[in-house]
């Protein structure tokens, strides 16, 4: 018996292989491109991040001259007059910071939008002719433009820490709290995560900046926990009275928090590291984050007039005392 085999005409099968190449050497045009515009947006990161860390530099600077006038003034007319000047200059160079940075997060979330915009058209029209090789590109570009952003946003809230404030209120710490863990929630269901929360106090201060501080350590906790292991976190505070923090605050009554967990803990020579700009101790494909979080605590810990330590064990944990006046 003779079978009969259909072909399809060669022409047909050669054209349908000529546009699947164009098509992937188009995409592949994309994707360097886009990796391109990538890296020289993480460049021009680095470069605000200089220019914000000289900006510090020069608020240290001149409130260093500010206090030796303070000293070195015979006359208290003298004084005063100095004084004022350099307090004026230092909350120029402030609210040239502040602007510096919210010029520079626009400037850099524009060009940002439109990769992210430019990624999901590519998704959306070319993600069906798409290869597995093809996705995996536009994932890895996909990940890399949400860490771009996370970075921008990073940068913006720390340089408006020394932003001015109200001269703050009444908190209750407990209630800071239960909102914090409330907004968690769906991280700690997901990690099975195991919380108790002791008495906490009352404090006077500003509540963006107290949440954001507490936010941020408790988010660590959560995260870098041992893998397969539930997240166990204790949280606690008490008074402490008459002791002098480290930070610029006035001596008197102040409230010690305290934030256990027991995760991966810290290297020891790492300790006096990790509230460092960009400091990170897991690779991005391990843990996602910035390097920032900390910093961030730092800044505000010192902006109230308190201060941040941490002690920490390998393979049992962490401890994260922060110190605020009352």
Same mark, same amino acid.
């Given at each position: 018996?003779?079978?009969?085999?259909?072909q399809?005409?060669?022409?047909?099968?050669?054209?349908?292989?000529?546009a699947?190449?164009?098509?992937?050497?188009?995409?592949?045009?994309?994707?360097?491109?886009?990796?391109?515009?990538?890296?020289r947006?993480?460049?021009?990161?680095? #470069?605000?991040a200089?220019s914000?860390?000289?900006?510090?530099?020069?608020? %240290?600077?001149?409130?260093?001259?500010?206090?030796?006038?303070?000293v070195?003034?015979?006359?208290? &007319? #003298?004084?005063?007059?100095?004084?004022?000047? /350099?307090?004026?200059? *230092?909350?120029?160079?402030?609210?040239?910071?502040? =602007?510096?940075?919210?010029l520079?997060?626009?400037?850099?979330?524009?060009?940002?939008?439109?990769? =992210? @915009?430019?990624?999901?058209?590519?998704?959306?029209?070319h993600?069906?002719?798409?290869n597995? #090789?093809? $996705? &995996?590109?536009?994932?890895?570009?996909?990940?890399?433009a949400?860490?771009?952003?996370?970075?921008?946003?990073?940068? *913006?809230?720390y340089?408006?820490i020394?932003?001015?404030?109200?001269?703050?209120?009444?908190?209750?710490?407990? =209630?800071? @709290?239960?909102?914090?863990?409330?907004?968690l +929630?769906a991280i700690?269901?997901?990690?099975?995560?195991?919380? $108790?929360v002791?008495?906490?106090?009352?404090i006077h201060g500003d509540?963006?900046?107290?949440?954001?501080?507490?936010?941020?350590?408790?988010?660590?906790?959560?995260?870098?926990? /041992?893998?397969?292991?539930?997240?166990?976190l !204790?949280?606690?505070g008490?008074?402490?009275?008459?002791?002098? =923090?480290?930070?610029?605050g006035?001596?008197?009554? %102040? !409230?010690?928090?305290?934030?256990q967990?027991? +995760?991966? +803990?810290?290297?020891?020579?790492y300790?006096?590291?990790?509230?460092g700009?960009?400091?990170?101790?897991?690779?991005?494909?391990?843990?996602?984050?910035t +390097?920032?979080g %900390?910093?961030? !605590?730092l800044r505000?810990?010192? /902006? !109230?007039?308190?201060?941040?330590?941490?002690?920490?064990?390998?393979?049992?944990?962490?401890?994260?005392?922060?110190?605020?006046?009352a």
């Open positions: 018996m003779n079978h009969h085999w259909e399809k005409p060669r022409g047909s099968v050669e054209e349908s292989d000529n699947i190449t164009i098509q992937l050497a188009e995409l592949e045009e994309t994707n360097r491109r886009l990796k391109y515009d990538l890296i947006q993480q460049e021009t990161i680095s #470069q605000y200089h914000i860390r000289e900006l510090e530099i020069r608020n %240290l600077e001149i409130a260093a001259s500010r206090d030796r006038a303070l070195e003034s015979q006359e208290w &007319g #003298q004084v005063e007059s100095v004084l004022r000047q /350099k307090t004026e200059a *230092l909350a120029r160079s402030n609210k040239d910071l502040e =602007q510096f940075a919210s520079a997060a626009h400037d850099l979330q524009e060009p940002l939008h439109s990769i =992210q @915009v430019f990624l999901d058209l590519l998704r959306i029209k993600g069906s002719s798409l597995e #090789q093809g $996705h &995996g590109y536009l994932d890895r570009v996909t990940r890399a949400s860490r771009l952003q996370q970075l921008i946003e990073g940068l *913006l809230l340089s408006r020394d932003a001015p404030r109200s001269k703050g209120a009444a908190l209750s710490l407990e =209630q800071i @709290v239960q909102d914090i863990l409330s907004d +929630g700690i269901d997901e990690k099975q995560a195991e919380i $108790h002791g008495s906490l106090p009352m509540l963006l900046h107290i949440r954001q501080l507490l936010q941020n350590l408790i988010g660590n906790a959560l995260k870098f926990h /041992k893998p397969g292991v539930a997240p166990i !204790c949280i606690t008490m008074m402490i009275q008459e002791r002098r =923090q480290t930070g610029s006035k001596s008197g009554n %102040l !409230c010690q928090i305290e934030i967990d027991q +995760g991966l +803990g810290i290297p020891t020579e300790l006096d590291k990790i509230f700009m960009f400091t990170r101790l897991h690779r991005k494909d391990e843990y996602d984050g +390097g920032i %900390l910093a961030v !605590c505000i810990a010192e /902006k !109230c007039g308190g201060a941040i330590s941490v002690r920490s064990t390998i393979g049992e944990g962490s401890t994260f005392t922060v110190t605020l006046p």
